[in-house]
């Protein structure tokens, strides 16, 4: 089974950006359509942004205009640039197929706080 590491997280003031990447354990060129989902404390689990294997795009209405998805089929890599980040952007973030291709990562901690 696939599994997915995610990294690139941290702490950004709000307006700020960060680049979160995905690495998957194995091929992702055949996983129709990756995403990214977040959990935030007291929220229920989210997906943020879904991209298929033709690169068609789904956003969520939060971050429409500010997050981008991108997939590198060649490095079985995902990837989220997350600009005008804002206070509820803040939450764990993941990467897996959508539906579910593998087994879920650790997340990566997203703090968006002046």
């Known amino acids: 089974q696939v599994r997915f590491v995610e990294s690139g997280g941290g702490l950004v003031q709000p307006g700020g950006s960060l680049r979160l990447s995905c690495a998957a354990s194995?091929?992702?060129?055949?996983?129709?359509?990756m995403a990214w989902y977040r959990q935030a404390p007291g929220r229920q689990h989210e997906l943020v942004a879904r991209?298929?294997?033709?690169?068609?795009?789904y956003y969520a209405d939060s971050v429409k205009g500010r997050f981008t998805i991108s997939r590198d089929n060649a490095k079985n890599t995902v990837y989220l640039q997350m600009n005008s980040l804002k206070p509820e952007d803040t939450a764990a973030y993941y990467c897996?197929?959508?539906?579910?291709?593998?087994?879920w990562g650790q997340g990566t901690q997203v703090t968006v706080s002046s």
């Open positions: 194995g091929s992702i060129r055949n996983i129709y359509a």
């Open positions: 991209i298929s294997s033709g690169t068609r795009t």
């Open positions: 897996n197929g959508d539906p579910s291709a593998g087994s």
